[in-house]
């Protein structure tokens, strides 16, 4: 499961999660192979956990994200996924600002965005030999060179 902010979560309240990032996916009425995969992999995961999980519901109960932790957690997941062709389109980024104010977040989704792409840079810490490619990645996310270096190199 993507795992990048601990929260405990029902399973109605994980599916939730997962048709928001459904609908992610498909705002560009254009499923990205490497959006399923992500989508695939998380569901896939609440298999091995729940067992068959049936299908998802049509409509989206964000009343479930009832604490800032989950509501967090969604957020980073769709991010996750609209960033999964490292671009985020417009209608991305429309999207999570909708979260966001459905929310009442103080966050925005260049945050989101920059925080997703530190945790992904971070896989690459210790790993000097990609440098520039990590720099170049971290770009897409916003990062400046710097920043990406102090990731890399923490």
């Avoid at 996750?80 to 929310?103: G, H, M, P």
Wanted: charge should be negative; include cysteine.
């Amino acid at each position: 499961m993507i795992n990048l902010t601990e929260v405990n979560l029902d399973l109605e309240t994980t599916l939730c999660i997962v048709g928001a990032m459904k609908e992610m996916a498909n705002i560009d009425n254009e499923l990205h192979d490497s959006e399923k995969q992500i989508i695939d992999g998380f569901v896939k995961e609440l298999e091995n956990e729940y067992g068959d999980v049936g299908t998802l519901p049509s409509s989206l109960n964000l009343s479930l994200m009832d604490t800032p932790e989950k509501q967090m957690l969604l957020l980073q997941c769709v991010t996750y996924v609209a960033l999964a062709d490292e671009k985020v389109a417009e209608e991305e980024r429309n999207l999570l600002n909708t979260y966001i104010r459905s929310f009442s977040l103080d966050v925005t989704p260049q945050d989101l965005i920059q925080g997703i792409g530190r945790l992904v840079l971070s896989r690459y810490r210790g790993i000097t030999l990609f440098a520039d490619k990590a720099i170049e990645l971290g770009k897409t996310f916003g990062l400046s060179e710097e920043q990406v270096n102090s990731i890399i190199t923490e």
